[in-house]
């Protein structure tokens, strides 16, 4: 079965400090992993993906995030915070089989972010 | 706006009503998606879409749940005999997507429906 674990409830950052936000995943074979972000009362917003290439992706906003396949993980990334950063990041797993699901995405819990002056 | 939209945003109702969610999204998406999140929780898939075809449902979507989408366009999402349980933010999604291809394409969502049972 798929699945996501965001290991922290919270992230806490100072301003211009990097922060990293972890994420690993478990699918059966080749993933499709992508981080969302939320706002209060807003809907998610999509960040970045990592669908195949480049273990380094880079998205919206300064995020980047790493594939690592040994370690099943999808760590997102930024290299100076910013308090306007401060939000629920959320990591999302599908399988890439052709044979797969083809609709939905596996959400993790999320992770509240909050970056600090 | 040409982002996904959803309407009402919020609804309160009372147990045992009916209620009924509406979804327009990007107008060249084929495939839609309904999700349910809870409080503290991420979003859990419902239910999917390709074109005006219902192509996989999640076990969370009893049989109070139905969802149509009659033209391939906007979708409905209607919840009968509501109960207290139910009560979440209903998010719907689409992204453009074919089989064997575009399978990798990100969801756009929309703002929600935010649903309180009394």
């Known amino acids: 079965a798929q699945s996501v674990a965001q290991p922290e409830d919270q992230v806490n950052v100072a301003e211009g400090n990097p922060l990293t936000v972890k994420c690993t995943y478990s699918v059966s074979g080749n993933p499709y992993l992508f981080w969302y972000v939320q706002y209060p009362n807003r809907g998610l917003q999509f960040l970045l993906k990592y669908i195949t290439g480049d273990n380094l992706v880079k998205g919206s906003y300064g995020f980047e995030a790493e594939f690592n396949k040994s370690q099943t993980s999808f760590h997102l990334k930024k290299p100076s915070a910013l308090v306007s950063d401060s939000a629920l990041y959320f990591c999302?797993?599908?399988?890439?089989?052709?044979?797969?699901?083809?609709?939905?995405?596996?959400f993790g819990k999320g992770t509240k972010l909050s970056v600090k002056p | 706006d040409t982002g996904v939209s959803q309407d009402p945003r919020h609804k309160i109702t009372k147990r045992g009503q009916n209620v009924t969610f509406r979804c327009d999204p990007i107008?060249?998406?084929?495939?839609l998606y309904w999700y349910r999140q809870t409080l503290g929780q991420g979003p859990e898939f419902l239910t999917y879409f390709q074109n005006e075809a219902q192509l996989e449902k999640s076990r969370l979507l009893s049989d109070r749940f139905s969802a149509e989408r009659p033209k391939g366009s906007f979708s409905t999402l209607e919840i009968q005999r509501t109960e207290q349980g139910d009560s979440a933010m209903y998010l719907c999604?689409?992204?453009?997507?074919?089989?064997?291809?575009?399978?990798?394409?990100?969801?756009?969502f929309g703002p929600g429906t935010r649903l309180t049972v009394l």
């Open positions: 999604a689409s992204s453009l997507g074919f089989r064997g291809a575009g399978e990798g394409n990100e969801q756009f």
């Open positions: 107008s060249e998406h084929n495939r």
């Open positions: 999302a797993v599908r399988e890439s089989s052709y044979g797969g699901s083809q609709g939905n995405l596996i």
